[in-house]
């Protein structure tokens, strides 16, 4: 294979991965603990956006469990988008397995 359309394809290939980053870093997933009784917004990019507790599962007696449903939609989102993340970065790639990708 010629090496000068090789770089031109790396190239292109590199402008698509900087595009479709930027659009991840737009779009947001919703992750969720408890039954929905808390409820995470975060980005593609794993920044959270939101929290949203329902009153009902908040109890002065018991921050433990109130902490561990936060954590568990946290982790949820964050996974989730992580996961649309891959996915689109894979269209672009053609799965070739890139690191850091």
Do not use: H, W, Y
Request: charged share 25%; with cysteine; glycine share 12%.
């Amino acid at each position: 294979m010629n090496i000068a359309k090789m770089m031109k394809q790396a190239q292109q290939m590199q402008q698509k991965m900087g595009a479709v980053q930027a659009e991840l870093a737009d779009k947001t997933v919703e992750g969720g603990a408890g039954g929905g009784k808390v409820t995470v917004v975060a980005s593609c990019a794993g920044d959270v956006v939101s929290i949203k507790i329902d009153p009902a599962v908040i109890d002065p007696e018991d921050s433990e469990f109130l902490e561990e449903l936060v954590l568990s939609g946290v982790n949820d989102a964050i996974a989730k988008g992580r996961a649309l993340a891959e996915e689109e970065m894979k269209k672009v790639t053609g799965g070739l397995g890139l690191p850091g990708m």
